[in-house]
């Protein structure tokens, strides 16, 4: 059993956290994984207040351990309105990967005493948030799913590891026990999974998605959104590979069109399974994504293949 | 002291390749890697033979220790000069960077009894050298410096761990201990480094491009070159923007200006320390290189920060 800095701060058995994925982290995910020991947490996104209500009772329905709840805190009144809902609601735990300091969204969350997971792609963002109060920073590789920077998990964890005091996770291209390991030998507290979780027993994901996952290689991802501002790593279909055409040929002109065009996609191949009009955010672990499991042996199988490894490289040493 | 399988393979103390580089992976650099434990290696690159006679011989004055050699062998005449050379003068280690199967480049090399490193960005790749007879396989990842593909080093080193049963070797991203131990709980069998060697005490490198480097961040390389069919990262800068600017306004056709334009750019600022208009690769681990130290420092600093960081995660074990 590995125990981290984040464990006892979140209250979970093992450092690992569940990313907040829009469509896919609903109650059901989020209390497997809590449930299994590591953080459920459910993705707020642009949920109506009712519905995210909703989630967070239902998770209560079905586990006691704690979860956390994924806001995305750009506008104004929506912050507020998820903020109150989650005071209300009694959830401990909260993570943001947009920060604006002018917002104040770190402090008025620890008001209400809930303690707050940053998500970063850079030193320069991650100094900032422990400024601002992050209780918890999650260095985000360009590997991951969905939305994402510019650096690399592994050179972009040990430079925020060396740049700030408080526990950092790693996340973005890890799928299993190797890369919970390798994150704690960069100096990460745990680790933050996505891809890996959509294609586990409880995730709702349509099952030709999940199928479609687990044959996929590392190259079929895809980063598009470059001109709207917001990149995102998704899944090559034909889609995204006409989002980058076009992006490539028009640039900036094409922004407003594209972004009429980009809504809705998330549903359409998550929940509908439309593999080649939908946008599925995806990571490149996906081709370490072979199988089907419950989440608790996602989980049992990451921490024993992190304790088999660790003691394979004591053999090393001579 | 962490011995794998490619110390044996490579007749060296520490798993640790350092990577060739244009201009800086001279004789001195290569054997201050060797006389340390590592496996130094000269860039052959476009070197004219008598220069790489020349790098070879002054080599094996400053060394007794394995080297090796990278070579390019995209250009047919240049390959089979490069190998005569190379066979002639008895170096027993060659990497490359790209194999083109219909010129059997591993096999020649292997009528000489030559062990073949082959660097390769993604699983597709992998697959094929091993088929070719690559006796070690260099896995790099897009945070590397220099010539990269897409794929990160932390996700592509376990998919290709998994793909090939030859021993697989991590680069992109790695400047310490902490990479190090990373990249063998991933399953690799040793790490390969640019970035870090370029500012070591037995570098060519001009010192103010060191210096450079010293302060940089990782946000401070740029990858350039998509339109000329060889993407490479490097650091940002007057030049490297205006390309990359070019590229995105002009795409294709702006490619024979940018090939012309981009001639001698290496040279420029890794010798001569322009480091506005010449084109230094770099990774994005430059921001743990915060220190010029010796070869040997480099590499004993590395051994011990990983034994110490292997203890610490035993600790976490309860």
Redesign the interface.
């Known amino acids: ?4 800095a984040i464990c006892k701060m979140l209250g979970i058995k093992y450092p690992i956290i569940q990313g907040g994925m829009a469509w896919v982290s609903e109650h059901n995910l989020t209390a497997a994984v809590s449930n299994a020991g590591g953080l459920g947490i459910i993705a707020a996104g642009n949920l109506p207040g009712e519905d995210l209500v909703h989630e967070i009772r239902e998770t209560y329905k079905l586990t006691d351990k704690p979860f956390g709840v994924n806001i995305v805190p750009i506008a104004g009144v929506k912050f507020t309105d998820h903020l109150k809902i989650i005071a209300d609601e009694g959830v401990r735990i909260v993570s943001l990967a947009f920060s604006d300091p002018k917002m104040s969204v770190i402090s008025e969350l620890h008001k209400h005493r809930i303690t707050v997971i940053c998500v970063v792609p ?3 963002l991650a100094r900032r948030v422990e400024n601002e109060g992050a209780d918890i920073i999650v260095a985000m ?3 991951a799913g969905g939305h994402v920077g ?7 964890v ?2 925020i590891v ?1 740049a700030v005091s408080v526990p950092v996770v790693a996340a ?5 026990g ?2 919970l ?7 990460a507290s745990g680790i933050q999974m996505g891809t890996r979780f959509m294609v586990s027993k409880e995730s709702i994901m349509h099952s030709d998605t999940k199928a479609r996952i687990l044959e996929a ?3 079929d991802t895809i980063v598009t959104g470059m001109v709207t501002g917001s990149p995102m790593r998704s899944l090559s279909n034909e889609f995204t590979r006409h989002w980058q055409t076009r992006e ?2 028009q ?1 900036q002109r094409a922004k407003e069109e594209l972004q009429r065009e980009g809504l809705g996609r998330g549903y359409r191949v998550i929940i509908e399974g439309d593999m080649e009009q939908g946008t599925l955010p995806m ?3 996906c ?2 994504v072979r199988e089907e499991k419950s989440v608790r042996d996602i989980i049992d199988d990451i921490i024993s293949e992190a ?1 088999t ?2 003691k394979r ?2 053999t ?3």
Chains 1, 2 share one sequence.
């Open positions: 059993m590995l125990e981290t850079s030193v320069r590789g360009t590997e510019k650096i690399a998990t592994l050179p972009l040990p430079q060396d973005g291209g890890i799928g299993d190797r890369g390991l390798a994150a704690l030998c960069l100096g290689t590392e190259e490539k040929e640039g990571g490149q672990g081709g370490l304790e490894m660790y490289i004591g090393m040493k001579t």
